[in-house]
C-alpha cells in the first residue's frame, strides 16, 4: 500500500556460542549469509532483543573484513548476550 511503511525483514545469520561479559564480547557462529563491519545486526532470544552495528569482527584478535557460514568470530556487543541468541540482517 501506498504511504504505509514495511518492516524491514530480516535473516538469520548466525547464533552465539559464548559470551566473554568482563569484555563485552559474544563468539557467533556464522551459519547462513555473511557478517562484515558496519552491517546492521538484531540479537534476539528469550531475554535478549537489541540492534547494533558491528564495529569490527576478529578472528583469534585478527580483524577480517567477512565472516561467512562455517566460521565463528568475536564481536563487540552493546548489552549481554546469551549462548543460543540469534544473529539476524537485514535483506
Given at each position: 500500500?501506498?504511504?504505509?511503511?514495511?518492516?524491514?525483514?530480516?535473516?538469520?545469520?548466525?547464533?552465539?556460542?559464548?559470551?566473554?561479559?568482563?569484555?563485552?564480547?559474544?563468539?557467533?557462529?556464522?551459519?547462513?549469509?555473511?557478517?562484515?563491519?558496519?552491517?546492521?545486526?538484531?540479537?534476539?532470544?528469550?531475554?535478549?532483543?537489541?540492534?547494533?552495528?558491528?564495529?569490527?569482527?576478529?578472528?583469534?584478535?585478527?580483524?577480517?573484513?567477512?565472516?561467512?557460514?562455517?566460521?565463528?568470530?568475536?564481536?563487540?556487543?552493546?548489552?549481554?548476550?546469551?549462548?543460543h541468541?540469534?544473529?539476524?540482517?537485514?535483506?
Amino acid at each position: 500500500m501506498k504511504g504505509r511503511i514495511m518492516p524491514e525483514e530480516e535473516m538469520q545469520v548466525g547464533k552465539v556460542t559464548h559470551y566473554f561479559p568482563k569484555i563485552g564480547v559474544a563468539v557467533v557462529e556464522v551459519t547462513a549469509g555473511s557478517i562484515k563491519a558496519g552491517d546492521e545486526i538484531h540479537i534476539k532470544g528469550h531475554t535478549t532483543d537489541f540492534r547494533q552495528k558491528v564495529a569490527s569482527i576478529q578472528i583469534e584478535h585478527d580483524k577480517i573484513e567477512l565472516a561467512e557460514p562455517g566460521i565463528s568470530v568475536g564481536m563487540k556487543v552493546d548489552e549481554p548476550v546469551r549462548d543460543h541468541d540469534l544473529v539476524y540482517k537485514a535483506v
